[in-house]
């Protein structure tokens, strides 16, 4: 029996006359990367050399070419899954990877979302409504200040506050101390409210940092974190994932945007299938260039089914004003969180009105 083979879809620049060589080029690079006339043994030319599946003009001079890579070259593991679809093709400036179609064998291994969209509902008492985020920022606060606004924050109802993906554990605000006040402050609101809002702390730095302040989320009892894939490594990504099974994991997209990988790809599936419970990503009209194709695209991919995993809660941010929240909703559905960070965080002094009023809108939104 044939093992099923992973289907990858890359989009290159070339010439008509060029493609089919690009195409077999490409299948080798990411294969068997040497001269196919190096190889004497037909089970490799068989088996591992990965095959050219089909062309298709996309528009000219653009094609979309589909590749299948033998599953054997790339065990369930993040760092190597990406490197056999994406490693030495992501160097050449005209080729992005835009798709990819798993064994399910790859599902079942890596698990996708622990908690995933209705495990978090569950835990906000939010069954239908959107969800709404926030973000701690500037750097240069310290826990302290950066506890007093998310006091503030959770007091509004928001229900989900990360750090900003810029604080990590700087002397201004050291991780373990930030993480304790912050943490307190988010439960003394909530108290005091009988809100439920979630804290996510950005953890970051090596594997063993990232243990160390895992460690310590749990000693403080708080509900969540914040992760950069990309700048982490999606294999220590995804281990942290698996230590901190009961959290719930929010992706960040910093660096996303080097890898020349699709966004909905990249953002909505792959960081999905290691394990994010809500990916970040940018939203259209915002601080980003995202148009609104690649918005939807990401949302659907984060929440689409896939298998047996999870769906995950696509998070659009980046700009994001008040004024735009039934527009936004309109167009992604109840099935999302959004963020809003420094429009809410310049109300200063009536943060915790301004932080209630993006709730109430969400809230009123979806009693429609």
Not at 120 to 147: I, M, V
Not at 204 to 229: F, H, Y
Request: with cysteine; net charge negative; proline share 6%.
């Amino acid at each position: 029996m044939t093992e099923p083979r992973i289907l990858a879809t890359y989009h290159i620049t070339s010439d008509a006359h060029h493609i089919e060589q690009r195409a077999l080029g490409l299948a080798i690079e990411q294969s068997v990367e040497c001269p196919l006339d190096a190889i004497n043994d037909p089970a490799i030319l068989d088996n591992i050399l990965g095959r050219v599946e089909d062309i298709a003009e996309l528009a000219p001079g653009r094609y979309a070419v589909q590749i299948g890579l033998a599953a054997a070259t790339a065990p369930a593991e993040p760092g190597q899954l990406l490197n056999m679809l994406f490693g030495n093709s992501s160097i050449q400036p005209d080729i992005a990877l835009a798709d990819i179609a798993l064994p399910n064998s790859y599902l079942e291994a890596f698990g996708g979302p622990r908690v995933g969209l209705a495990g978090l509902r569950a835990r906000l008492g939010a069954p239908q409504r959107a969800l709404t985020a926030s973000a701690l920022k500037p750097q240069g606060l310290s826990p302290d200040a950066l506890a007093s606004l998310a006091h503030r924050l959770a007091s509004g109802g928001v229900d989900l506050i990360k750090d900003d993906h810029g604080i990590a554990d700087q002397a201004f605000s050291p991780f373990a101390a930030r993480a304790a006040a912050v943490g307190r402050a988010v439960r003394d609101a909530n108290a005091k409210t009988g809100g439920r809002t979630l804290y996510a702390p950005h953890v970051s730095g090596t594997l063993d940092d990232m243990r160390r302040q895992l460690g310590i989320i749990r000693n403080e009892g708080i509900g969540a974190l914040l992760v950069a894939p990309m700048i982490v490594g999606l294999a220590n990504f995804h281990a942290i994932v698996n230590e901190a099974a009961g959290l719930v994991v929010v992706a960040h997209p910093a660096m996303a945007g080097a890898a020349r990988i699709a966004p909905p790809l990249l953002l909505g599936r792959l960081f999905r299938l290691f394990g994010a419970d809500i990916t970040v990503f940018p939203n259209f009209g915002g601080r980003f260039a995202y148009s609104t194709d690649t918005c939807l695209e990401l949302a659907r991919a984060a929440r689409q089914p896939w298998g047996e995993l999870n769906a995950c809660i696509p998070t659009p941010a980046g700009g994001i004003m008040l004024h735009r929240v039934n527009e936004l909703l309109q167009f992604y559905g109840q099935d999302v969180m959004l963020l809003i960070g420094g429009s809410l965080l310049a109300a200063r002094e009536q943060l915790t009105e301004q932080a209630s009023r993006f709730v109430n809108k969400v809230a009123d939104y979806g009693q429609r």
